[in-house]
């Protein structure tokens, strides 16, 4: 296996996505292109990993949301296991968060579904040599991030609200425990999840103690 689809060599592609016709239609979307092969297809994230150990493909493009094993683990266990086998993600989601979690996990690309089939093709060869493949609109949520200033720091009360989400208790729960209504937990879960540019409760635990802004378990 070539790992980057060398001269002379057709491009072996896997697609992985948990619905079923968008498989079908980026396979379709492919099929003309005559430097690429898709060697394989899987519904979810467990199912993928089969096939990169089997058929080491060039190129793995990869959907974020799936069941079983999403796009995140996924494409971490390819790039530890598989290295010369490059992920693009592929997927209708743009957050930061979304995008920064890919990025991380070791995807060297990241691909809206609302990409054209030049686009797409171009972004498999790219991958295939080890370049760096962004959406326009993913390229200037990263810019933007980077331009970003420095974000506000988590009020005490806020830090107080994210570590009872921690300790894995209810809204309800930590208004007792704070002595506040529910509705104001609610409210600083909302500032917080701004602040920490996550928009649910595990991501802003996970967040806040990678900035050391709570105590790792």
């Keep these: 296996m070539s790992g980057g689809g060398t001269s002379g060599e057709r491009l072996r592609v896997v ?17 003309g292109e005559s430097d690429m092969e898709i060697i394989g297809e899987a519904g979810d994230g467990r ?27 996924t494409t971490a266990e390819i790039a530890a296991r ?38 797409l093709a171009d972004a498999i060869r790219s991958a295939a040599r080890g370049e760096t493949v962004l959406a326009p609109r993913v390229a200037e949520k990263l810019v933007a ?5 420095v974000q506000d720091p988590l009020t005490a009360r806020e830090t107080d609200v994210l570590s009872a989400v921690a300790d894995g208790l209810t809204n309800a729960e930590i208004g007792r425990r704070l002595v506040i209504t529910e509705a104001t937990v ?27 802004l709570l105590p790792r378990p």
């Design 186 to 212: 609610k409210t600083h879960l909302l500032r917080l999840f701004a602040k920490l540019d996550v928009n649910d409760r595990t991501r802003a635990v996970v967040v806040a103690m990678e900035r050391g």
């Design 145 to 149: 991030r980077m331009r970003r200033p």
């Design 47 to 73: 199912a993928a990993l089969g096939l990169v150990a089997r058929h080491h493909p060039d190129v793995a493009l990869v959907d974020l949301r799936m069941p079983v094993l999403d796009g995140v683990a």
């Design 82 to 119: 598989h290295p010369r086998t490059r992920v693009l993600i592929l997927t209708t989601y743009d957050t930061d968060a979304d995008i920064e979690r890919g990025v991380e996990a070791g995807a060297i690309g990241y691909l809206l579904k609302d990409t054209t089939r030049e686009q």
């Design 15 to 31: 697609v992985v996505d948990d619905h079923t016709v968008m498989r079908a239609g980026v396979i379709a979307l492919l099929d």
